[in-house]
């Protein structure tokens, strides 16, 4: 078992209940395989903590940039606290040592992973929440998150991949780009589609996913890192 009194002092955190912080970072697929252990998963604390962000990252766009208008603080606000950022910034304050996971779940890596340490860090923040209030879980989403705005708004991550790659497109080459399904994969309940991004006739990357959309933004994504656009 981690210890978890020194990852809360990592966290730069001391908590009333410890237990909280091992909730936190429990996730469903432990509990199935162990069943003599008596404590919650994380669920619960990840819809809490969830609520206490989109508050707390509102507050904090709605204040330091009174001039933008909600779509704007609304890109924002997504940016910052989307499943990528959030893994970032849950892998960069070592969550990943401290998840309570299943075997199986231990294996997950890319997309997948990035889910579960974004839930846990949310859950860490709803547990900061019901030990210590507001204030104390809006201090530790403030030194964990806000300083990545200056970024967002510089590589205008704040924009979605297609998007993004459709701006840079017309200005460095003057043609909009074009997404082509390749392939569809699978039973319908389960499809993984193929899509390629094409600048005219150029294919610049593909791009995978369980939907058209997905996929035409895994291909954004691609495209702007072969093309180092991004």
Same mark, same amino acid.
Not at 17 to 46: G, I, M, Q
Not at 47 to 56: N, R, Y
Not at 162 to 182: D, H, M, V
């Given at each position: 078992?981690?210890?978890?009194?020194?990852?809360?002092?990592? /966290?730069?955190?001391?908590?009333?209940?410890?237990? /909280?912080?091992?909730?936190?970072?429990?996730?469903?697929?432990?509990?199935?395989?162990?069943?003599?252990?008596?404590?919650?998963?994380?669920?619960?604390?990840?819809?809490?903590?969830?609520?206490? /962000? #989109?508050?707390?990252?509102?507050?904090?766009?709605?204040?330091?940039?009174?001039?933008?208008?909600?779509?704007?603080?609304?890109?924002?606000?997504?940016?910052?606290?989307?499943?990528?950022?959030?893994?970032?910034? *849950?892998?960069?304050?070592?969550?990943?040592?401290?998840?309570?996971?299943?075997?199986?779940?231990?294996?997950? $890596?890319?997309? *997948?992973? %990035?889910?579960?340490?974004?839930?846990?860090?949310?859950?860490? &923040?709803?547990?900061? +929440?019901?030990?210590? =209030? @507001? %204030?104390?879980?809006?201090?530790?989403?403030? $030194?964990?998150? +806000?300083?990545?705005?200056? #970024?967002?708004? *510089?590589?205008?991550? +704040?924009?979605?991949?297609?998007?993004?790659?459709? !701006?840079?497109?017309? !200005?460095?080459?003057?043609?909009?780009?074009? +997404? !082509?399904?390749?392939?569809?994969?699978?039973?319908?309940?389960?499809?993984? @589609?193929?899509?390629?991004?094409?600048? =005219?006739?150029? $294919? &610049?990357?593909?791009?995978?996913?369980?939907?058209?959309?997905?996929?035409?933004?895994?291909?954004?994504?691609? =495209?702007?890192? *072969?093309?180092?656009?991004?």
């Amino acid at each position: 078992m981690p210890n978890f009194s020194t990852f809360a002092k990592q /966290l730069g955190l001391s908590f009333i209940n410890p237990d /909280l912080l091992v909730e936190a970072l429990t996730h469903r697929s432990y509990l199935n395989e162990h069943r003599e252990y008596a404590w919650n998963h994380n669920e619960r604390l990840e819809f809490l903590g969830d609520a206490v /962000l #989109e508050l707390a990252t509102t507050d904090f766009l709605f204040k330091k940039f009174p001039a933008k208008p909600e779509g704007e603080l609304t890109s924002y606000r997504a940016a910052l606290v989307n499943t990528v950022s959030l893994a970032e910034r *849950a892998q960069a304050l070592g969550v990943n040592d401290f998840l309570l996971l299943s075997k199986g779940e231990s294996r997950d $890596k890319g997309r *997948a992973r %990035d889910v579960i340490l974004a839930d846990a860090l949310e859950a860490i &923040i709803g547990a900061v +929440y019901l030990d210590q =209030g @507001f %204030d104390t879980a809006e201090i530790f989403i403030a $030194k964990n998150l +806000y300083g990545k705005i200056d #970024e967002v708004i *510089a590589k205008r991550s +704040y924009q979605d991949a297609k998007s993004r790659f459709q !701006e840079i497109a017309q !200005e460095k080459r003057g043609i909009t780009p074009s +997404y !082509e399904t390749l392939s569809e994969e699978g039973p319908d309940h389960a499809k993984l @589609f193929t899509v390629g991004v094409f600048i =005219g006739r150029e $294919k &610049i990357a593909l791009g995978e996913g369980q939907s058209k959309q997905e996929a035409e933004q895994s291909a954004a994504e691609a =495209g702007l890192a *072969a093309l180092q656009w991004s």
